[in-house]
């Protein structure tokens, strides 16, 4: 069974940091690229990052580009998001999911976690 | 980046009523567009990848089609547990960018 859990979210000051982890089990960690959504109070979904199977390769949203860092460690399953110079407009429940291809560029997203709550607030 | 325009942004609809939602790209996808479920307090749901590939274990009342630039989610008979807000997705290319969504409501 796919597992996706979620952890690091907390209260942060803008200008702030923190680093995000999703563990994953239940499936080859190492062949599907990854991915970080966010959604903020009662606010629509939107996409954050995306990183390939091996790491090379990322991507990122205008929104969190320079301030954001995806990065993985294969030999923990687990994900991460750094992230730096925290805005209050980066206050959302934060999901890792996990593609549904295992080529880069994806087809979707096809299992979640259950989110962590990031509060940017002074 | 590609924008994404879905309509309507809620609906009211009563069980067993026929609802489409529609999703708009700013630029053509191919058919590289999935629809999402998500509940309250829930994490979304994969219904349909691919534009028109239904997930496993998705009731075949939802179905999808279209491709380029215009897309739909059709439920063809509403059910009590269909009552959620659909999200469309493109990921043609990144960044992926989600539709607004449509909440649809009991009416």
């Known amino acids: 069974e796919v597992q996706l859990l979620e952890s690091g979210g907390g209260l942060e000051q803008p200008g702030g940091s923190l680093r995000l982890s999703c563990a994953a089990s239940g499936f080859t960690f190492s062949t599907y690229a990854m991915n970080w959504v966010r959604q903020a109070p009662g606010k629509g979904l939107e996409w954050v990052s995306a990183?390939?199977?091996?790491?090379?390769?990322?991507s990122y949203a205008d929104s969190v580009k320079g301030r954001f860092a995806i990065f993985r460690d294969n030999s923990r399953n687990t994900l991460y998001l750094q992230m730096n110079s925290l805005r209050a407009e980066d206050t959302a429940i934060y999901y890792c999911?996990?593609?549904?291809?295992?080529?880069?560029?994806?087809?979707?997203?096809?299992?979640w976690g259950q989110g962590t709550l990031v509060t940017v607030s002074s | 980046a590609i924008q994404m325009t879905q309509s309507p942004s809620s609906l009211s609809a009563s069980v067993g009523d026929r609802v489409t939602i529609t999703c708009r790209a700013s630029?053509?996808?191919?058919?590289?567009l999935g629809w999402y479920q998500q509940k309250p307090g829930k994490a979304p749901k994969v219904l349909i990848c691919?534009?028109?590939t239904l997930q496993s274990g998705v009731p075949s009342r939802f179905s999808g089609s279209g491709s380029g630039t215009d897309f739909t989610l059709t439920i063809s008979s509403l059910q009590p547990e269909d009552f959620a807000t659909y999200y469309c997705?493109?990921?043609?290319?990144?960044?992926?960018?989600f539709g607004q969504g449509t909440k649809v409501e009991i009416k």
């Open positions: 997705l493109q990921d043609h290319s990144h960044p992926w960018t």
């Open positions: 630029q053509g996808l191919g058919d590289d």
């Open positions: 999911g996990k593609d549904l291809s295992s080529s880069w560029g994806g087809k979707g997203l096809d299992y």
């Open positions: 691919d534009a028109s």
């Open positions: 990183i390939s199977g091996s790491g090379e390769s990322t």
